[in-house]
């Protein structure tokens, strides 16, 4: 069984930075991706990486502005977002995938993660 806890987020000003942090426990896990939810929108991703390898994909939205990134020996994902904007307000969320011993999918599918996370809440203005 994986646990995810977020933690970081907050209020920040238009082009201001804010670093999320997701703590895992558990094993087994091939991928840990950020996703955010806005008032009135769909859940979408915004970035994910390989934990065992270190591959990170973004989103087109955040690509240049963000960055996901791990330490293993932490068990911990991080997403650096900086130059933000207000549309990037969103309750944020990580969340895993379990090992599968296969890697043939869309890592930035919602569909494809196993175990989520209870979000904390970034707001720019």
């Known amino acids: 069984h994986v646990q995810l806890v977020e933690s970081g987020g907050g209020s920040v000003q238009a082009g201001g930075s804010l670093r999320l942090s997701c703590a895992a426990s558990g094993y087994n896990i091939d991928y840990i991706g950020w996703f955010r939810q806005a008032p009135g929108l769909e859940r979408e991703a915004v970035a994910a990486?390989?934990?065992?390898?270190?591959?990170?994909y973004y989103a087109d939205s955040v690509k240049d502005r963000f960055t996901i990134s791990r330490d293993n020996a932490k068990n911990t994902v991080y997403l650096q977002m900086n130059s933000l904007k207000p549309q990037d307000t969103a309750m944020c969320y990580c969340?895993?995938?379990?090992?599968?011993?296969?890697?043939?999918?869309?890592?930035?599918?919602?569909?494809?993660?196993?175990?989520w996370g209870q979000g904390t809440q970034v707001t720019v203005s």
């Open positions: 969340a895993a995938v379990g090992e599968r011993g296969y890697t043939d999918y869309d890592v930035l599918a919602i569909r494809e993660y196993d175990y």
């Open positions: 990486i390989y934990t065992k390898g270190g591959t990170a």
